[in-house]
């Protein structure tokens, strides 16, 4: 069976778990969550991070009690057989294949502004480009990883001494600027609701640090790098989510944030600093190609995992001489043409569908393998094993708890009505889809496996 490359190093899977975390998400939409909820967003930040950590705590226990699982969805297919392996498989390939275009477009709309050439044109660049980088070697894409993380983490953190000089009002005229948090209808202005449907709302922009178990694959050391991830995660939510976020709504009045413009922007100008626009679309371009980059290369590893096990169509599992699955790249390399196309013209109505169907998959796929670790974790104490040295907190309550809230999103986003409930359900329904299609395979697979014949037994019709 081809085996890919162990070239990634520590250092790009470092970069690969922070960056997987901080996308454009953080810099421009987190403007539509601080718009609805005020202040009191940072409580939503951190019920959705806390979320997000016990999963990966979750993974970290896995990983090291399963050192020669490869990738994030093949914990669910560890833990409740080859149907969850499937269906977190695909759900988890479709979330990141919509991802790809999406992030394309993002990125091809900035340079627009900068260059003036036709947006399509410049997002079919981006893609030649990425698809390049994907094609050379996985320690290519450590690399621009690395380098892209690298970016978006130094200007999280200036940011953050910039912010806090002026809210502690070291730099600011007026004096310490704390009084912004409560001034303008309370720290929870619209109540707890909103704080909770925040938390719905941040949940998506949260994911993306298991990105670390299918790069972890390619390393030297999976099962440490994973645990180092589970066990580092959580300052990385309180840096660079909560502690930007709650800076920001410190800086500038919650009520001046306006849906669609980078709050980032926002609180430099207001810093007076006459660099930020610029800077911070530099930054948010570097975000978006990072988000581009790792989308691409999530896509064509867990579909080459998913046909290693049969699961899709097995021409797919091939590498080339540096160990590149590259019918999978190119696989991932179409489909983003193809929505690039379907976004650029008249087919809006498609490429809205396509996003909204995959708008909840990432819930359905950490809820998989929740209760894959959750079972796992059994069957190894009924066994009589030793508890793995990195353990899931206060197991089973916590696990529950994780559980419990992740179906507490969902009901979230039923009851919340326009988009989100028409996420939930084009979501429901690419479940449904995956589901029968593992069915189809299987029933497929069983009517090829020929029926022992019992020795001096008549053959069939006599």
């Not at 390399?333 to 909204?356: D, E, K, R, W």
Request: aromatic residues 12%; hydrophobic residues 55%; proline residues 5%.
């Amino acid at each position: 069976m081809p085996e890919l490359s162990r070239s990634l190093q520590p250092r790009h899977i470092t970069m690969i778990s922070i960056g997987g975390m901080i996308g454009a998400g953080l810099f421009v939409s987190s403007s539509a969550a601080i718009a609805a909820t005020g202040p009191a967003i940072v409580l939503s930040y951190l019920i959705t991070g806390t979320l997000v950590l016990l999963v990966m705590r979750m993974l970290g226990e896995m990983a090291v009690a399963l050192p020669t699982v490869r990738s994030f969805t093949e914990f669910a297919r560890a833990g409740l057989g080859p149907w969850a392996g499937f269906v977190a498989g695909w759900l988890y390939w479709y979330f990141w294949m919509i991802v790809v275009p999406v992030e394309a477009i993002a990125g091809a709309n900035i340079l627009h502004g900068w260059l003036g050439f036709p947006p399509w044109l410049l997002g079919l660049v981006l893609m030649g480009i990425m698809t390049a980088v994907n094609l050379m070697s996985a320690r290519s894409y450590g690399e621009f990883e690395f380098w892209f993380a690298s970016i978006k983490v130094a200007a999280i953190l200036v940011f953050i001494a910039l912010a806090a000089a002026y809210a502690c009002g070291f730099t600011s005229p007026t004096g310490p600027t704390f009084g912004n948090l409560s001034a303008y209808g309370g720290f929870m202005p619209k109540g707890w609701v909103a704080v909770l449907a925040g938390a719905v709302t941040v949940y998506f922009s949260l994911t993306g640090a298991e990105i670390t178990t299918i790069a972890a694959a390619e390393s030297r050391e999976p099962a440490r790098a994973v645990a180092r991830m589970s066990s580092s995660v959580i300052m990385r939510i309180l840096t660079f989510y909560v502690g930007s976020v709650l800076l920001i709504v410190t800086v500038v009045p919650w009520v001046r944030v306006h849906v669609g413009e980078s709050p980032f922007t926002l609180a430099l100008a207001t810093m007076q600093f006459k660099w930020a626009s610029l800077a911070m679309s530099a930054i948010i371009l570097t975000a978006v190609l990072s988000c581009l980059n790792s989308a691409f290369y999530v896509c064509s590893r867990v579909m080459f995992v998913l046909a290693e096990h049969g699961d899709a169509p097995q021409w797919l599992v091939q590498v080339n001489e540096r160990r590149v699955p590259t019918r999978s790249v190119w696989m991932g390399s179409l489909a983003g043409v193809l929505g690039i196309l379907a976004a650029m013209t008249s087919s809006q109505t498609v490429f809205a569908f396509l996003v909204n169907a995959s708008g909840a998959l990432m819930v359905f796929v950490y809820m998989i393998v929740a209760v894959a670790h959750i079972r796992l974790r059994r069957e190894r104490e009924a066994s009589g094993a030793p508890t793995p040295a990195l353990s899931m907190w206060l197991f089973p309550w916590l696990s529950y708890a994780a559980l419990a809230g992740m179906v507490a999103v969902l009901i979230a986003m039923a009851l919340m009505g326009g988009d989100m409930a028409r996420q939930l359900f084009w979501s429901v329904v690419s479940l449904a889809v995956a589901v029968g299609a593992f069915l189809l395979l299987d029933a497929r697979r069983k009517a090829r496996v020929p029926v022992p014949v019992t020795p001096g037994a008549p053959p069939d019709g006599s």
